[in-house]
């Protein structure tokens, strides 16, 4: 199974917690961008005509900000250069103040099968504070859009002032509305961004609070019928994104336009994420790869247990046994009994117990210390 990122870096305006690479100035190049992420395509074509790819994520930035033929350009060229799976899960990102009937018309006509939607949070005093661009009504119309079919929404906890009950209040208008995923990320307040010096001056929730209002957050999904299958993310069945169990399998995937980063035959490698260099790349005929790195043996296990470790199915003890030729259980029995409470081992995967999920990185430093000391 292998991927396909593309990353959209525009959007009307910049959020106050966001650090993802977009330029909300610059839409006007929105034409040669697109322009030349189809040529970074067919530059890629040879390097990858054995390839077949299950998946496109069209993220950002924020995709339905531009001209929707853009988007319909993109998934043509990528049929063109590349084999893609005939029941590929190709995903679109969307800030609900973006939306139309028009462009999602233009979205399934190219063969866009999957919707996900930032909402973040239902109050509208809340999304005023982040410097969102929509509100709960904004949201409820691009819901109507979407009715049917299948979508996610981005829900974020530990924002100034909210309560569990805003949390219940937002995972409930998401759920009503037909979303059949919902990603909920725990804020992560971004040095350089504005919501940064709410963080210092002490404003935003403090970590316990975002632990117990994560833990309602869970609860409600359970109650709504959506099952966790890693830290942030949660479906109804048989909604998981393939896209992102790609990345936690540590599955092959490919990168186009500024900031993109790709991981192909255990090379990763990222593109710059200055715009202006990205068009002169690629106007060049050159790619626009500033960092690459092999990852050798043991940063491939480290992966492996980090990814796994993250979802709730947990390590596959066989999985790992055959690709890297030792015993996981033998090898890291020490942690395992020392991480017993956290920790539990159901059939044949190693998994960390549901409740203890989003404290999972102190229980994965454990293993990857214990392997750097034996
Ligand atoms: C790249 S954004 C794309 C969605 C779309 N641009 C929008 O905002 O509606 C993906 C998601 O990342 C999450 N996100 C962005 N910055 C974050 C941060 N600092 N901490 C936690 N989550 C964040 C938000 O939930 C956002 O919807
Ligand atoms: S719209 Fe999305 S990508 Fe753009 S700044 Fe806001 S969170 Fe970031």
């Given at each position: 199974?292998?991927?396909?990122y593309v990353h959209?870096?525009?959007?009307?305006s910049?959020?106050s917690y966001c650090d993802f690479t977009?330029?909300p100035?610059k839409?006007c190049?929105?034409?040669s961008?697109?322009?030349?992420v189809?040529?970074?395509?067919a530059?890629?074509?040879?390097?990858l005509?054995?390839?077949?790819?299950?998946?496109?994520?069209?993220?950002?930035?924020?995709?339905?900000?531009?001209d929707?033929?853009?988007?319909?350009?993109l998934?043509?060229?990528?049929k063109?250069?590349?084999k893609?799976?005939?029941?590929?899960?190709?995903t679109?990102?969307?800030n609900p103040g973006?939306?139309?009937a028009?462009?999602?018309?233009v979205?399934?006509k190219c063969?866009?099968?999957?919707?996900?939607v930032?909402?973040?949070?239902?109050?509208?005093?809340?999304l005023?504070?982040?410097?969102?661009?929509?509100?709960?009504?904004?949201?409820?119309?691009?819901?109507?859009?979407?009715?049917g079919?299948?979508?996610?929404?981005?829900?974020?906890?530990?924002?100034?002032?909210?309560?569990?009950?805003?949390?219940?209040?937002?995972i409930?208008?998401?759920?009503?509305?037909?979303?059949?995923?919902i990603?909920?990320y725990?804020?992560?307040?971004?040095?350089?961004?504005?919501i940064?010096t709410?963080?210092l001056?002490?404003?935003?929730?403090?970590?316990?609070?975002?632990?117990?209002?994560?833990?309602?957050?869970?609860?409600k999904?359970k109650?709504?019928?959506?099952?966790?299958y890693?830290?942030?993310?949660f479906?109804?069945?048989g909604?998981?994104?393939?896209?992102?169990?790609n990345?936690?399998?540590?599955?092959?995937?490919i990168?186009f336009?500024v900031?993109?980063?790709?991981?192909?035959?255990n090379?990763?490698?990222?593109?710059t994420?200055?715009l202006?260099?990205?068009?002169?790349c690629?106007l060049?005929?050159?790619?626009a790869v500033?960092?690459?790195e092999?990852?050798d043996?043991d940063?491939?296990?480290?992966?492996?247990?980090?990814?796994?470790?993250?979802?709730?199915?947990?390590l596959?003890v066989e999985e790992?046994?055959?690709l890297?030729n030792?015993?996981?259980?033998?090898?890291y029995?020490?942690?395992?009994?020392?991480?017993?409470?956290?920790i539990?081992?159901?059939?044949?995967?190693?998994r960390?117990?549901?409740?203890?999920?989003?404290?999972?990185?102190?229980?994965?430093?454990?293993?990857?210390?214990?392997k750097?000391?034996?």
């Amino acid at each position: 199974m292998a991927g396909i990122y593309v990353h959209i870096p525009f959007c009307k305006s910049k959020c106050s917690y966001c650090d993802f690479t977009s330029f909300p100035d610059k839409l006007c190049f929105a034409e040669s961008y697109m322009a030349c992420v189809y040529r970074e395509m067919a530059m890629r074509r040879e390097e990858l005509k054995n390839y077949l790819f299950d998946t496109i994520y069209i993220g950002g930035g924020t995709p339905s900000v531009i001209d929707e033929n853009y988007i319909a350009m993109l998934v043509v060229a990528a049929k063109k250069n590349f084999k893609i799976a005939e029941n590929a899960e190709i995903t679109i990102e969307m800030n609900p103040g973006t939306v139309s009937a028009a462009k999602m018309s233009v979205y399934e006509k190219c063969g866009i099968n999957r919707f996900s939607v930032g909402l973040q949070t239902a109050e509208d005093s809340q999304l005023k504070e982040l410097g969102r661009i929509h509100n709960l009504k904004d949201f409820l119309q691009c819901a109507k859009l979407l009715k049917g079919k299948n979508f996610s929404v981005d829900v974020m906890i530990g924002l100034k002032g909210q309560t569990a009950e805003n949390i219940e209040k937002t995972i409930e208008t998401a759920a009503y509305a037909g979303a059949k995923h919902i990603s909920m990320y725990a804020l992560t307040p971004e040095d350089g961004t504005p919501i940064y010096t709410d963080y210092l001056n002490g404003e935003l929730p403090d970590s316990d609070t975002v632990a117990e209002m994560y833990e309602c957050g869970v609860k409600k999904l359970k109650v709504l019928g959506f099952e966790r299958y890693e830290v942030s993310n949660f479906a109804k069945r048989g909604f998981e994104s393939k896209h992102n169990l790609n990345y936690w399998r540590r599955g092959e995937y490919i990168g186009f336009g500024v900031s993109a980063s790709s991981c192909i035959n255990n090379v990763r490698f990222t593109n710059t994420f200055d715009l202006d260099e990205y068009f002169k790349c690629i106007l060049s005929g050159r790619l626009a790869v500033i960092d690459s790195e092999k990852i050798d043996d043991d940063g491939q296990k480290d992966e492996f247990i980090m990814l796994a470790l993250r979802t709730s199915k947990g390590l596959n003890v066989e999985e790992y046994n055959r690709l890297f030729n030792e015993n996981f259980i033998k090898k890291y029995s020490a942690v395992l009994q020392k991480m017993r409470q956290y920790i539990e081992v159901f059939e044949n995967f190693v998994r960390i117990k549901q409740e203890y999920l989003f404290v999972q990185n102190s229980v994965i430093i454990e293993f990857l210390e214990y392997k750097d000391a034996v």
